[in-house]
């Protein structure tokens, strides 16, 4: 268990529909990561925070979002969700967002119909 | 255009054989190369970071190189239960993002 919980486990959804994914890092960690990991692109780098602001940014769609709240916690918002949204998205954290390491959660599956 | 490279996709090893895992990286000025260890549908699990060519690092079975364009992993009489798949991923200075090979999947059979 590496400390770091997201919620919710499994996703299934319809095309064009909204969904939230949320992410609780481990304690005392400042800095939170999103990835995506689908089958044909393996794992795919979308966004970092550190400490509620915007650290770097990878390939993340304009219909993805995110943020980082003041408890640390952190939500990824997709919308318009189309078939390819289908996919693993992991949270990971790390407590000075450098080159410390980086804690991955269990993921959430999402499953667009 | 940065972007990390794996090879073998996939290796079969009998218990006891070495051999070695190969991540070849382009990247616009490297801020570090990181080794990530996964398993069938749960999270990357950290197993080293390098950050400058020459440097090597080992856990147990495991020892990282690297050089200036690529990283091995190398793994010296592997168990059955190091069998998973073996990630390597970069950071670049420019953006500080992260990119990811696809990885290579290990088995080792008893």
């Known amino acids: 268990d590496s400390g770091v919980t997201q919620t919710p486990k499994h996703l299934i959804t319809a095309t064009g529909q909204r969904v939230t994914l949320r992410c609780s890092p481990r304690?005392?960690?400042?800095?939170v990561y999103w990835y995506q990991q689908s089958l044909d692109q393996g794992l795919q780098f979308l966004i970092q925070?550190?400490?509620?602001?915007?650290?770097a940014k990878g390939n993340i769609l304009e219909r993805f979002s995110a943020q980082q709240f003041p408890d640390l916690h952190s939500e990824l918002n997709l919308s318009s969700l189309e078939l390819g949204d289908s996919a693993l998205y992991f949270c990971?954290?790390?407590?000075?967002?450098?080159?410390?390491?980086?804690?991955f959660g269990p993921g959430t599956r999402l499953t667009v119909l | 255009e940065d972007q990390v490279t794996q090879s073998p996709e996939a290796l079969r090893l009998q218990e006891g054989e070495s051999s070695s895992l190969n991540c070849s990286y382009t990247v616009s000025g490297l801020r570090g190369l990181f080794w990530y260890r996964q398993d069938p549908g749960k999270g990357p699990e950290f197993l080293f970071t390098?950050?400058?060519a020459g440097e090597e690092k080992e856990k147990e079975r495991l020892k990282a190189t690297l050089t200036k364009k690529e990283s091995f992993l190398h793994i010296t009489a592997p168990k059955p239960e190091d069998s998973a798949t073996y990630l390597c991923?970069?950071?670049?200075?420019?953006?500080?993002?992260?990119?990811f090979g696809t990885g290579t999947s290990l088995t080792v059979i008893p």
């Open positions: 990971a954290s790390s407590s000075t967002g450098g080159l410390d390491t980086q804690y």
């Open positions: 390098l950050y400058s």
């Open positions: 304690s005392g960690d400042l800095s």
């Open positions: 991923a970069v950071q670049a200075k420019t953006g500080n993002q992260f990119y």
């Open positions: 925070y550190y400490n509620g602001e915007e650290r």
